[in-house]
């Protein structure tokens, strides 16, 4: 069974451009969660998908925003980049809501100049 | 206020050896652990877990321990090898989100 992916793996972008990401999660996997990881704040949560719905969102300004489709795949966007939003973001599959066991993808980095 | 957070950044241990990762939590109502590990390159990978209703698990050569008078929870990972290099992360499910802490980057010593 393939993992999660993400795409793209790398991205450079200058400030006050949109970005938007991508995560396939594994087949079957119903619950998309999205993480960022700076070597200052460490893993934050960002928010979680769960059939289309945004079941749960932390603590990140609304510049940050994502989505879901029917076919699980997530997508995230962050409008507005800024400097501090240089970061490697993460996406996580699992099988429900609020999934205990959850899988990550590698990862997508993200640089803005 | 409240955050799940480990005690060292870096450990160092010699091939072979046990290697004991702690953390500490503040929020009595944390109910599930979690341990992660995270190889350079690579998104974190679920180890093992463990409900507040247990005291100690048991994976692969590797054991958690929950101790919730005090609030800390440690990995325990027996006869360490080289492939077990990579950043710890103890995190914890907290309504409904994965809370995570700092994590411990583990060196092992020839």
């Known amino acids: 069974k393939a993992g999660v992916t993400q795409t793209p793996r790398y991205l450079i972008k200058t400030r006050g451009q949109q970005v938007t990401l991508s995560c396939s999660p594994i087949s079957g996997h119903r619950s998309v969660s999205w993480y960022q990881q700076t070597p200052g704040q460490g893993l934050q949560f960002l928010f979680e998908?769960?059939?289309?719905?945004?079941?749960n969102k932390g603590n990140f300004p609304g510049r940050f925003s994502g989505r879901q489709f029917s076919n699980s795949r997530s997508e995230m966007n962050v409008s507005t980049l800024e400097l501090g939003d240089s970061a490697l973001y993460l996406c996580?599959?699992?099988?429900?809501?609020?999934?205990?066991?959850?899988?990550f993808g590698p990862g997508t980095r993200l640089t803005v100049t | 206020g409240e955050s799940v957070g480990l005690h060292l950044p870096t450990l160092s241990v010699q091939e072979g050896d046990n290697s004991i990762i702690n953390c500490a939590y503040s929020?009595?109502?944390?109910?599930?652990f979690i341990w992660y590990k995270q190889e350079s390159g690579k998104g974190p990978q679920f180890i093992i877990d463990i409900r507040s209703n247990m005291d100690k698990r048991q994976g692969q050569r590797v054991t958690v321990l929950l101790n919730k008078t005090v609030k800390h929870l440690s990995l325990q990972i027996a006869a360490t090898q080289p492939g077990d290099s990579a950043v710890y992360f103890c995190a914890e499910n907290r309504d409904d989100k994965i809370i995570f802490g700092k994590g411990t980057r583990l060196h092992i010593l020839p």
């Open positions: 929020n009595s109502a944390s109910d599930y």
């Open positions: 998908y769960f059939s289309e719905t945004q079941r």
């Open positions: 996580a599959s699992g099988t429900g809501w609020g999934s205990y066991e959850q899988y």
